[in-house]
């Protein structure tokens, strides 16, 4: 992977970054970088990406027993429309849906796309994150704590 420097944002390939790869970008980036190349036209494939890759960084044992719904929800800086996608943890698997549902999730989490890349990428902490009230959750607090442990979350 070449240096942060020399990277273009706008025109990297999301889909061929490996997740190491990706939370040394999320962990060299300051926020506003972050911020700026989730306003643009990057946003919906980085989170497509991001939300396409959990079901193979999912660790079904880890999670064994658990059926719950959890709905993501990533707020715009701009005032234009949230990202909101779904997680249904049950059976083994982790099944995303890149849409809201009718169902009712046991866990919402809403926070901006800084904060959820670094969240993600294993550079920042949900409680941490939560007790700074950048990211906000309602419903099940202990699934809320949970869930870093259900991924393999890779280390920058």
Known sequence: MAA???????????????????????????????????AGRQRRRVLD????????????????????LVRW????????????YETHIGGGTCTVTPERTDREPQLSLAMAAPEFLRLVSGNASGPTLFFTR??????????????TYFFDIPKA
Do not use: N, Y
Request: glycine share 10%.
């Open 4 to 38: 942060l420097d020399d990277l273009d944002l706008e025109t990297l390939d999301f889909g061929t970054v490996e997740p190491r790869d990706f939370a040394r970008i999320v962990k060299g980036l300051p926020t506003a970088r972050i911020a700026e190349l989730m």
């Open 49 to 68: 990406e991001v939300f396409g890759r959990m079901h193979t960084l999912f660790k079904p044992d880890a999670a064994a027993g658990r059926d719950a």
């Open 73 to 84: 929800r990533i707020t715009a800086a701009d005032g234009g429309p949230d990202d909101v």
């Open 134 to 147: 950048k990211l906000k959750l309602k419903g099940d607090i202990r699934l809320a704590g949970s869930l």
